[in-house]
């Protein structure tokens, strides 16, 4: 049995007001990521993986509703604090690292001073001892030539070199939970590959990773866990090498068969595209690109139920 889950997000549901009428973006989804674990979070792009953790962060656009749920986070409901109780959470807490770095990093501030700002703001530490932190912290994400480069500003660095000081901040600041939305999209596949281990090594040293990606086969060898989302669901969740073992879902199956074996070569696809938030299915939101659907799954919205060792929310699961 494993321990409870440092993070939680229970039966939320969220909806985005257009033009006075709001449309539900996600649907009553359920995570839970656990303490020293990488959990991905797999979906096609508008599906919804960004404002659910934006929604831990409580950094949701001015035009979203939130519509039910809860999200806890040491026994306490996130969607209770105020404004100033989040200010203690984010950053400090909970750290996002972002799929643009240039939106996490000040263009006028070098990477050192960068460090020393959040390493004083969070440590009781003189300017000089801070400065060693911020040397041993950047040494610890393989920042290259740290003591000539630390003098750098954030236009000088490479992509990657960018998300190695993000990364860093997070864990000058001792955040427990690291979100990264896409980190990696941006950066060729060889950097890419050096952050996902750079993130597995951070979760070795007991660290909960969230990781955002909309491709499965990035996140099969470096995550613990994987919930998939189609339209605003969760509709599967399962350890990684359950989930690529035993797919139940058929949009996971779908997946899994649409991943490239070898570069380049493409196995069967699926057909169709998600509709957009403001056309409203009846039943499963998976049925109009469904082989198995029927009218159980056209009048009816699947939940999460066990099947096997998996979460899945399909009525007729492989
Ligand atoms: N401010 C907004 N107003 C209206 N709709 C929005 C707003 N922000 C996001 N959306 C819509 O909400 C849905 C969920 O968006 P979200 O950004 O969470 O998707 P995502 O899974 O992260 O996609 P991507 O892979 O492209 O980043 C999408 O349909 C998106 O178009
Ligand atoms: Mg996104």
Avoid: W
Wanted: proline share 5%; aromatic share 6%.
């Amino acid at each position: 049995m494993r321990e409870n889950p440092l993070l939680e997000i229970k039966n939320f549901s969220l909806g985005l007001e257009i033009d006075k009428k709001v449309y539900p973006v996600l649907k009553n989804v359920n995570f839970s990521f656990f303490k020293g674990k990488i959990h991905a979070i797999v979906g096609e792009s508008g599906c919804g993986k960004t404002m659910s953790v934006m929604s831990v962060l409580k950094l949701l656009p001015r035009n979203s509703r939130i519509l039910g749920g809860k999200i806890i986070f040491e026994n306490e409901n996130i969607l209770d604090f105020s404004e100033k109780q989040m200010l203690k959470i984010r950053g400090r807490k909970i750290a996002l690292i972002p799929q643009d770095p240039m939106t996490s990093l000040n263009p006028l501030y070098t990477v050192e001073n960068q460090l020393l700002e959040v390493i004083m703001l969070h440590n009781e530490v003189s300017r000089d001892q801070a400065k060693k932190i911020a040397i041993k912290t950047l040494e610890s994400v393989e920042f290259k030539d740290v003591k000539n480069r630390i003098k750098s500003y954030p236009h000088e660095l490479s992509g990657g070199m960018k998300q190695r000081v993000i990364i860093a901040m997070a864990l000058a600041a001792n955040a427990d939970i690291l979100i990264a939305d896409e980190p990696t999209t941006a950066l060729d596949v060889t950097i890419q590959a050096q952050i996902l281990k750079l993130l597995m090594k951070i979760k070795e040293q007991g660290k909960t990773i969230v990781l955002i990606t909309h491709d499965l086969g990035v996140v099969a060898q470096y995550s613990d866990d994987i919930s998939i989302m189609y339209l605003g669901h969760v509709v599967e969740r399962a350890a990684t090498n359950e989930l690529f073992k035993n797919p139940h879902h058929p949009y996971t199956k779908a997946l899994i068969e649409a991943l490239p074996v070898k570069k380049g070569k493409k196995l069967k696809n699926i057909v169709g595209q998600p509709a957009p938030i403001t056309e409203n299915i009846t039943g499963c939101p998976f049925n109009p690109r469904c082989a198995k659907a029927d009218y159980l799954c056209f009048s009816q919205i699947p939940t999460l139920k066990n099947v096997h060792n998996s979460n899945v929310a399909c009525f007729h699961p492989y």
